[in-house]
């Protein structure tokens, strides 16, 4: 019994705390060969099983579910145990990269977003085979920000760059400050032939974001996201394209969706192909809102996001959802 304590304790220093042998050893007082001798033993014995997670491969038992859930057409979820979301992302814009390429076809129209995720996909991105006549189009306007995930324009350019297409730009920022300039914003010669282009995307890569902390685009600040609601079931759980939904995919139509310069849901809606890639736990509330939209024509995420979602949905099915969903929007908005 003493011995198989020691195993069980070793194989938890080693599988579940990260240490090294060498630190294990010098704890215990024994040789790292002794370590290396435990582990092996605990293999043999069945303590330790190792499984290897194929981020090539689709969980098939959960984008099922998910499939059937919400009618999604093609659901990818890629298997992992890892919970970090730099590395979710990671996996998941790359599998998207793939999938992308088995979607997209000749003198597609291609809508691209911006964000983390949509970033990372277009960084990993490499070309399978070579698409013709492609045209790269921003799906919402810019920002002052100097991340380069939020320059979309120059996303686009390097992204078409690699399918050797042709880009769009937009010169509008995505919130502008005052009715006034959305106004003329929108009735330049520039925005009137980006709209549209928006009506004729073939297809659309896209994430979605978290519950807003407060919209900030181009510099200026709104604080209708800070705004306390009555209904928590109305509050604003996530984001596709600057547009905010509820845990019911129900758009919010206030006065800064009405002044959001980007593609309207209803060019989206009539979107032959959207592909929507997420990562990350923390977006589970964000995913479960954005597949009751019915913009989500092929989903790749994660196993553990997968999971979460499904959870937030059985939460929903005992009547607790409401209080998760004040509590995340009151912790995004330092309340």
Sequence with gaps: MEDLQQIVSVARMYYQRGMKQEEIAKRLKVSRASVSLILTEAKKKGIVEITIHNPLENHDEISGMLSTEFG?????????SIRETD???????????????EEAKNGDKVGIAWGRTCYAFMSSYQPRHHLQGV??????????????RYQLNEMVRQFSEKVKGSPAFIHAPALPSSQKDYELYMNSSSLRKMMNLWKKIDIAVVSVGVPPISREFDGSKTVASRKKRADPARLPVGDICARYFDINGRFIDDREYKRIIGIPVESLRKTEKIICVVGGTEKAYSLLGALRTGLVHTLITDEQTALAVMRAR??????????????????SNGQ
């Design 72 to 80: 999604i057409r093609r659901c990818i979820v890629v298997p992992t």
């Design 87 to 101: 590395a979710l992302i990671g996996l998941t814009a790359a599998r998207a990269a793939e999938i992308f390429d």
């Design 135 to 148: 045209h790269v189009i921003p799906l919402v306007g810019g920002s002052n920000r100097n991340l380069k």
């Design 314 to 331: 059985r939460e929903e099915q005992a009547g607790t959802i409401k209080r998760s969903i004040e509590r995340l929007f009151s912790q």
